[in-house]
């Protein structure tokens, strides 16, 4: 990734994204510095959270400047040691692929153990908390792709490309990583708050009903 450019910054989408990753953290999604989120500022620039950090700590300047197009760093954080997520090319694949105004990462167990129910994705049927879900309602059968983990977070992006791209999961707002997590998103930071509550109920709700 490239670096350029410099500036103040706006630090209400960055405080916003910082509450959200404390209240990730507190509910166990984002244990061990694991983890991350990203999302648009008012100006429309990606925010993304750096890696190898504990992300319930951090802070407005904590967190880069991306653009979604090219993954290049526009602005960098305000401690030079800190460095960009190793989540920011599926957070760009999906922003790119589904117009997503947020993206988060989960490391959460059920995400995990979800995983293991399925071959190509997980079904999800028959919950009313699938009405959460844009588009769709409780009777529906609800696919959530399965991608394989990699041992580079950045190579999970063929995967994600390919899974989003394919229409038995169009309706989807959640990819799972096998072995790994899951990725959530929303048209805003707000949408994609509520999906990663959704999901992370249903994750554990199908797994506790299949035992």
């Known amino acids: 990734m490239k670096v350029s450019g410099d500036g103040g910054h706006d630090d209400r989408a960055r405080q916003l994204l910082c509450e959200m990753l404390r209240l990730f953290y ?3 999604w984002l244990s061990g510095t694991g983890g991350g989120i990203c999302g ?3 100006e429309h620039r990606l925010l993304v959270a750096p890696t190898g950090v504990h992300k319930e700590t951090l802070r407005p300047g904590d967190f880069f400047v991306i653009d979604p197009a090219s993954g290049d760093v526009l602005q960098p ?3 030079e040691r800190l460095r960009p997520s190793e989540c920011a090319g599926v957070f760009c694949t999906v922003i790119g692929s ?3 105004g947020a993206v988060m990462h989960s490391h959460a167990l059920d995400a995990v153990l979800a995983a293991d ?5 997980l079904t999800v049927r028959g919950f009313e908390m699938l009405k959460g879900i844009p588009g769709v309602i409780s009777s ?8 394989e983990n990699t041992p580079r977070e950045a190579e999970l992006v063929h995967g994600v490309e390919q899974a989003l791209a394919d229409v038995r999961f169009s309706e989807t707002h959640a990819v799972l990583v096998r ?18 509550e959704v999901y992370h109920w249903l994750f554990e709700a199908v797994r506790v009903r299949r035992s």
């Open 77 to 79: 954080a305000d401690e």
């Open 117 to 121: 129910l399925g071959d190509e994705w």
């Open 179 to 196: 072995d790994h997590g899951a990725y959530i998103w929303g048209k805003d930071i707000w949408e994609t708050k509520k999906h990663a």
């Open 40 to 42: 648009f500022d008012a």
């Open 26 to 28: 507190a509910n166990n």
């Open 98 to 100: 589904r117009d997503a």
């Open 140 to 147: 529906d059968e609800h696919r959530v792709p399965i991608v």
